[in-house]
């Protein structure tokens, strides 16, 4: 088979770390072909727009889109729409991405890296299910406006049942692969919008009944994930909680540079991204993880390309690379091996043979 991928290296560490990912692809031998387009700030730099026509193009034709990070301090005081955020905000609804699947496990290895105590991280495994085309990210009316003299600013926030019935049913049957428990995540107590996320929840539940269903709102959620982070399986919440509640739980890891993800549309089409963002503090610097986007690329061999065997492969040589000592940085620790993005991926080879 000859599938294609589009990779967007993206700014800051992105264009390194995709790298690596790329050479792990390569190496498994599966008939990957991989075309390379802009997004973000260096789009922005080399056409002014932060998610091209090229670019477009390649990702609508491409089976898979392999993405870095976008974003940096170089491009925050441009208009919105030049933002490179807007290129990643782009690419998601241009491509119905709206089911975001944040995997958040904590490999035996690294259990001292995170900042919490081992026995309440030692063996965290949660898949937190982000929606990733509604909510308060893509509702309209918005805006900054004067209004009686001053500046007003306002956000929608809006969810249809449509859209919350389908990342329900992702969420289902993810839980259903698992270990049986789903955690619905809202703000009903306050919210409207949360109020029929709750209520949608509810009713197709009983499609599945071999899953437990529960309910938190988003406060006690956030509390719960650093008290006693292992009495969750899989979580579904909106954009916007799930983006915040993510960044959470990566920590539960010890870095979010461990963190893939995968993004999908309806038949199985997916973006494939790191977590974390494109730290510019480091980039150019050939210090970053690469594992979060090598652990991306793992999930699209299994989403996308239905690629199991070599998923877990991939994914075994990662753990393998961290039992036999290698670190970069963010996970380092005093007597393992300091390794760089490059000799990360090249330990990540080897360990692949
Ligand atoms: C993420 C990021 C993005 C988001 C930003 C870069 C727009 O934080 O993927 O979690 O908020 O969705
Ligand atoms: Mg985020």
Not at 57 to 82: I, M, N, S, T
Not at 252 to 258: K, N
């Amino acid at each position: 088979m000859t599938k294609k991928i589009c990779v967007l290296p993206g700014d800051g560490i992105g264009p390194e770390i995709t790298a690596q990912a790329v050479r792990v692809l390569e190496a498994l031998g599966v008939g990957l072909e991989m075309e390379t387009a802009l997004l973000g700030g260096a789009a922005v730099d080399a056409c002014g727009d932060p998610y091209p026509e090229t670019t477009r193009k390649l990702a609508e034709e491409a089976d898979a889109v392999l993405l870095g990070a976008v974003g940096g301090p170089k491009w925050d005081a441009l208009p919105r729409e030049q933002r490179p955020e807007r290129g990643l905000l782009g690419i998601r609804k241009h491509l119905g991405l709206f089911a975001n699947l944040r995997p958040v496990a904590l490999y035996p290895e690294l259990v001292n890296a995170s900042t919490l105590k081992a026995e309440v991280v030692a063996g965290l495994d949660i898949l937190i299910v982000r929606e990733l085309t509604g909510d308060i990210y893509f509702g309209q009316p918005r805006g900054i406006e004067n209004r009686n003299g001053e500046r007003f600013a306002f956000n929608t926030m809006h969810y249809t049942e449509m859209e919350i019935r389908r990342i329900g049913r992702v969420a289902f049957e993810a839980a259903r692969r698992r270990n049986g428990k789903l955690c619905s995540v809202d703000k009903m107590n306050v919210l409207e919008t949360t109020q029929l996320w709750r209520d949608v929840m509810n009713e197709i539940a009983p499609e599945y009944p071999d899953v437990a269903l529960s309910h938190m709102l988003v406060d006690n959620a956030a509390m719960q994930l650093v008290r006693a982070p292992r009495q969750f399986d899989v979580i579904v919440t909106g954009n916007m909680f799930g983006d915040i509640l993510s960044d959470e739980a990566s920590m539960l890891t010890g870095s979010i540079g461990m963190l893939p993800s995968a993004s999908l549309d309806e038949n199985g089409k997916g973006l494939y991204e790191p977590s974390h963002g494109s730290a510019p503090d480091i980039a150019g610097q050939g210090v970053a993880n690469p594992l979060a986007t090598i652990l991306s690329a793992a999930m699209m061999l299994r989403y996308t390309f239905d690629l199991e065997e070599a998923a877990r492969k991939v994914e075994g040589a990662v753990g393998k690379v961290l039992a036999k000592g290698f670190r970069t940085g963010d996970i380092f620790e005093p007597g393992m091996i300091k390794a760089g993005t490059a000799q990360m991926g090249d330990a990540v080879l080897e360990a692949l043979e």
